[in-house]
Each structure stands twice: as structure tokens, then as C-alpha cells.
């Protein structure tokens, strides 16, 4: 007797705010605002990583909302409404960089990039406070692509799509941003 094969079926996430989600759903402002109320803080800090202006974030944050409640029909429940409401905030935070003619330099442009370097990370003084002020520091492509890669935890063959750079270029931004950033932090 042969067992049959299993099929797959696409996950599914229990959202402990579907119920809210189900309300935007049928368009009420209520639920809308109570979602707004529970994202807005936490979304904001991802735009406001990205973009690097608080005025421009929340700019970023109200247009993202914007999106999500008139696509939220599209929300399939294949990740948590959180998760797909943060890369509607991260796309749009992207397209405002690149309306601001954010330049991110190929790697074949760039021509040979240095092995990285060992740095004597132990004597630097580090606390959260000088370390996002370190990272306002950097350029947008630099800041861009570590924020990706540390803080939301996209990989390089992410990063480079959603950038649509080639994977070495996002690479070798992220070398040179830790660079960067820890030039700064021994100032």
C-alpha cells in the first residue's frame, strides 16, 4: 500500500490582530485607527532608519499606511499583517531614497575593494545613543544597506533586489558601511 504524497500547502500565520485586519477589510475607521495605533511607533522607526529625516519618515509612514489599508485585500496571511505592513514601509522608504537620487556605487564601477579590515572594536566606547548617531553619519547608500542587513535582517541576495543592485555591490556597501561607521565611533 502506497502512501499518497503529501500535499503542500502554503503556510499560514494565526495573526493575533486578524480580527482587526478582517475590520479594515470592511472599512472601518475604527479598526484602521487601532491598527495605525499599534504599528505606527515601531514602523516609523524603520522608515526614520532608512531615510534619515524624521520629517521624510513620517511622510514614509503615513503614505505606507495609505498602501496598506487600500491594498490590504491583498493580504494573504503568508506572514504576519506586521511583517507585510513592514516591507510596504521599507518599499516605500526606498522609493523616497531613490527619488532623492540615491547613488549606489556597482562593483564592477568601483573597480578592486579592499579585504576588510580588522579593527580594534574593544576600545570603542559603545552605547546605543552614539551608535544611531554613528549611523545618521553615513551616507544613504551605506546607511541604506547596513540598516537592511543588521537591523531588519535581509540578506545580501535580498537586499540586492529589493535595491536592484548585483549582490557584490550590496556586499561591499555593507563592508564599507561597518567600516565607516566604526571610523566613526573612534572619533
Not at 547596513?146 to 545580501?156: A, I, K, M, N, Q
Not at 556597501?173 to 571610523?183: F, G, N, S, T
Request: charged fraction near 30%; hydrophobic fraction near 40%; aromatic fraction near 8%.
Amino acid at each position: 500500500m502506497n502512501p499518497q504524497p503529501l500535499a503542500l500547502e502554503q503556510t499560514h500565520y494565526i495573526d493575533k490582530h486578524l480580527p482587526l485586519v478582517e475590520a479594515c477589510r470592511r472599512g472601518e475607521r475604527k479598526a484602521q485607527y487601532e491598527i495605525y495605533r499599534l504599528y505606527a511607533k515601531a514602523m516609523f522607526n524603520v522608515a526614520v532608519r532608512i531615510v534619515n529625516h524624521v520629517g521624510e519618515a513620517e511622510d514614509v509612514l503615513q503614505d505606507a499606511f495609505l498602501d496598506a489599508f487600500q491594498k490590504i485585500h491583498d493580504f494573504r496571511q503568508t506572514s504576519t499583517f506586521g511583517a507585510w505592513l513592514k516591507q510596504i514601509v521599507i518599499n516605500r522608504a526606498l522609493n523616497h531614497l531613490r527619488n532623492r537620487k540615491v547613488q549606489l556605487i556597482d562593483i564592477e564601477e568601483a573597480g578592486e575593494v579592499p579585504d576588510e579590515e580588522a579593527y580594534d572594536e574593544e576600545g570603542i566606547e559603545l552605547n546605543i545613543q552614539r551608535v544611531q548617531n554613528a549611523i545618521q553619519q553615513l551616507p544613504d547608500g551605506f546607511r541604506t544597506v547596513l540598516c537592511l542587513y543588521l537591523l531588519e535582517g535581509y540578506d545580501h541576495e535580498e537586499i540586492a533586489e529589493i535595491l536592484g543592485v548585483a549582490e557584490s555591490t550590496s556586499r561591499t556597501q555593507y563592508i564599507r558601511a561597518k567600516k565607516r561607521l566604526l571610523e566613526i565611533l573612534k572619533k
